[in-house]
């Protein structure tokens, strides 16, 4: 059954950050670490972010700098400290990206907390059955997220001394999970794999790690991603975790979280050798002027993805559309990994009332091509899985394929659980360089299933029209 109520909507207004190109970043980092020559080398150094209920313990790694990680030295003396921010600015715009609400309704809120006052800044894990040595940061600030169904993500700013304990954080970081080995299941029916990512945050340095569980089915599960950060004196950390794994949702899961996060990291830049100024400054929220042709992947912010749904009551709710909802949950079938959608822009829509869910997820690409592949790689995995098992017999689900006439490359499926009521219709749709995508879930059985396909057809029809803005002849 797909997830719902991750609010990742209603976002505060940031502020405008003049950032520096990344090269320029890593430029003024360099040259200050040359000049830091008073350096006495400390233990380990590093902090992992714990969170209750982690069914996977983690902590990231990977980044562009590949060369060994060298001894993690520390400053004692020296007259460059007082280049360093002392204190977390408080228009740091932590928050911005981030969901306002949790699953449950109440607020989101950012903390800051300073060394010394006696509140712990970080808790610390043993990686791999590695025991990680502590070094906490003079301040810390955290916001955090918990959804209704195990999902959570969670974002810190740490602020240390100099940059080279920033540094070391990373360090030990990276060569803590270059020697981790897979480990085994509590249950000893799966693996928890670990592994670095390639993948730049555009920061002086980052490191990015994925952890899931493979099972002994080849399936992929439970993924934890973390993205840490470092320009400066100063490590951004975001962590995420939800039920899917895979490839294409590691891939999906690292872009969404940078391109959430876009706005703190560009300003990490206040942290470095040369700090960028960070101003007070509402952000534009006008609408994308662009039109929506073949060569253009802009989704117009007034494309009309929820036409059909509502009205908002008691009973029903609205969410979108807007780019930074959760859309369809992520799919694997029989371990081929079809959904979501890694593509160049997205528009999410969703309603939802008793007993009953529905999703629309709009994405572009950058051109047909690309369009048609995700289409087909979709189709193939449904013919080639008929069902997956569940933990028990009953809760195995049976996936069909559905007829469904919509006038465009498309293909229709659902499935229902072995046993009781439960389902779900997913019809995916191409026109041009756009893929539309609906998950409708609810109490359907086999019998039903087809029904619920003939529903979604017919509804889904304005939307498919549409998205003519993606074709070559346009609207």
Not at 193 to 217: I, M, N, W, Y
């Amino acid at each position: 059954m797909p997830e719902t109520n991750d609010p990742f909507e209603n976002f505060d207004q940031g502020m405008h950050v003049d950032a520096l190109p990344p090269a320029e970043i890593r430029r003024r980092g360099d040259k200050l670490r040359r000049r830091n020559t008073a350096l006495a080398t400390v233990g380990g150094v590093a902090a992992a972010l714990v969170f209750i209920g982690t069914p996977v313990a983690l902590l990231s790694g990977t980044g562009g700098d590949e060369r060994p990680a060298p001894p993690i030295a520390t400053q004692t003396t020296s007259p460059d400290d007082a280049t360093w921010r002392t204190e977390i600015p408080a228009e740091f715009p932590l928050r911005d990206g981030f969901p306002t609400a949790n699953g449950d309704g109440t607020a989101t809120d950012v903390v800051i907390v300073s060394a010394g006052d006696g509140t712990p800044l970080t808790s610390y894990s043993p990686l791999c059955g590695v025991d990680w040595p502590a070094l906490e940061p003079r301040q810390r600030a955290t916001i955090g997220y918990t959804g209704e169904s195990e999902d959570y993500s969670e974002r810190a700013l740490l602020l240390y001394a100099d940059a080279d304990r920033a540094e070391g954080l990373l360090d030990t970081l990276r060569e803590n999970v270059q020697s981790c080995p897979d480990q085994p299941t509590d249950d000893g029916e799966g693996v928890i794999e670990t592994r670095l990512v390639d993948f730049d945050l555009g920061t002086e340095r980052s490191v990015v790690v994925a952890q899931e569980v493979v099972g002994d089915d080849g399936l992929r599960s439970q993924l934890l991603v973390t993205q840490v950060a470092q320009t400066g004196n100063a490590v951004y950390l975001e962590q995420s975790y939800g039920a899917a794994g895979g490839p294409d949702v590691i891939d999906y899961e690292t872009s969404r979280l940078r391109d959430l996060s876009a706005r703190p990291l560009a300003s990490m830049c206040v942290f470095a050798a040369d700090p960028c100024r960070l101003e007070d400054t509402s952000v534009s929220d006008s609408p994308s002027s662009d039109a929506g042709t073949e060569s253009s992947s802009s989704i117009p912010a007034d494309f009309p993805l929820a036409v059909g749904f509502g009205p908002a009551s008691e009973e029903v709710q609205l969410k979108g559309p807007a780019a930074d909802i959760k859309g369809v949950s992520a799919l694997a079938l029989c371990g081929t990994n079809v959904l979501p959608l890694t593509s160049q822009d997205r528009l999410v829509a969703t309603e939802s009332g008793p007993e009953y869910v529905q999703v629309r997820e709009l994405t572009t690409f950058a051109g047909p091509a690309e369009a048609v592949s995700a289409v087909e790689a979709i189709r193939n995995a449904v013919g080639d899985c008929p069902e997956m098992p569940g933990d028990v017999p009953a809760n195995d689900r049976i996936f069909i394929e559905l007829e469904a006439e919509t006038g465009y490359d498309s293909v229709t499926f659902g499935f229902h659980y072995r046993e009781g009521t439960g389902g779900s219709v997913i019809q995916v749709t191409r026109v041009g360089s756009a893929v539309l995508v609906t998950d409708h879930s609810g109490e359907f059985t086999a019998g039903t299933l087809q029904a619920g396909a003939d529903d979604a057809t017919g509804e889904n029809g304005p939307v498919v029209n549409a998205m003519c803005l993606w074709t070559e002849a346009g609207c």
